[in-house]
Nanobody, 127 residues
Framework: QVQLVESGGGLVQVGGSLRLSCAASGRTFSIYTMGWFRQAPGKEREFVAAVRRSVGLTYYADSVKGRFTISRDDAKNIVYLQMNSLKPEDTAVYYC????????????????????WGQGTQVTVSS
């Protein structure tokens, strides 16, 4: 089993920045792909960003490309999501996810390909 705990959410003004953290514990050696997803009220959970541990490749949703950066600290088993130039439409609960598979570009964007999920952290961008 793998446990994921997100932190770093909060309230920020338009144009501001936040850094989310996702700390993994348990059988972390079994994780090959880490991702961030978000879910706004009344909407489906959507892909934000992902990183493949084996090759270090990163993937982003078009809506966040150029503004968000995913990174990882393997020594600490933490994945970060640096969010800059935040917009009101970025308001959502952000979830960290881990997969036991080395997912490709399409796979990283699919919620069904992830085995473990965190409890989520709220990000609110005020205008």
């Amino acid at each position: 089993q793998v446990q994921l705990v997100e932190s770093g959410g909060g309230l920020v003004q338009v144009g501001g920045s936040l850094r989310l953290s996702c700390a993994a514990s348990g059988r972390t050696f079994s994780i090959y792909t880490m991702g961030w997803f978000r879910q706004a009220p009344g909407k489906e959970r959507e892909f934000v960003a992902a990183v493949r541990r084996s090759v270090g490749l990163t993937y982003y949703a078009d809506s966040v490309k150029g503004r968000f950066t995913i990174s990882r600290d393997d020594a600490k088993n933490i994945v970060y999501l640096q969010m800059n130039s935040l917009k009101p439409e970025d308001t959502a609960v952000y979830y960290c996810a881990a997969s036991s598979y080395d997912l490709g570009k399409l796979g990283t964007a699919s919620t069904g390909r992830y085995d473990y999920w965190g409890q989520g952290t709220q990000v609110t961008v005020s205008s």
